[in-house]
């Protein structure tokens, strides 16, 4: 008989030990960025327009208007939740070089951005500053203490489907 209540009370407490884990999974979720994640349309002060999609694994993609016009790669690197609406953002690309090198075609350069944003309550509108970073094809891009060539400041919009 003390077996069966044993196998009873386990059985009854299945469904409390899935809600602790859904509980435990959205507190994950929140403190790896909340409602963060998304993909918004940013305006930049300088009139560049992009999409940027901050990714709940926090991966950070960018793609700019200004692409074309200066001859640069996506940007893509990686974003951090840094308070209760803040968040930090560091992205990556190249600029192309016109001649191959040895059968590759190596970067002209690869620029850096440091970001930081604040976002409003439901994180459907989000605001911030830029700094951008030069680096030649030969140095370390992960160095952060290269001074900013440029400074830019943006707000954004959430991307949603209605």
Request: net charge neutral.
């Amino acid at each position: 008989m003390n077996f069966r209540l044993v196998i009873l009370v386990f059985v009854l407490s299945i469904p409390l030990l899935l809600a602790n884990s859904n509980v435990v999974s959205s507190r994950d979720t929140g403190s790896q960025g909340g409602c963060f994640p998304g993909t918004y349309l940013v305006l930049e002060s300088s009139g560049t327009q992009s999409l940027w999609t901050l990714s709940q694994d926090g991966a950070f993609n960018v793609t700019s208007s200004a692409e074309s016009a200066f001859g640069f790669s996506h940007i893509q690197g990686v974003w951090k939740k840094t308070g209760a609406r803040d968040a930090k953002a560091r992205g990556f690309d190249f600029n192309f070089s016109e001649t191959p090198v040895n059968g590759g075609v190596p970067p002209a350069q690869i620029a850096r951005l440091d970001i930081a944003m604040k976002f409003a309550q439901k994180c459907a509108e989000m605001e911030g500053r830029l700094e951008l970073r030069a680096f030649s094809a030969n140095d370390d891009p992960l160095n952060s203490h290269t001074p900013a060539v440029a400074f830019d400041s943006f707000s954004g919009r959430r991307v949603t489907m209605d």
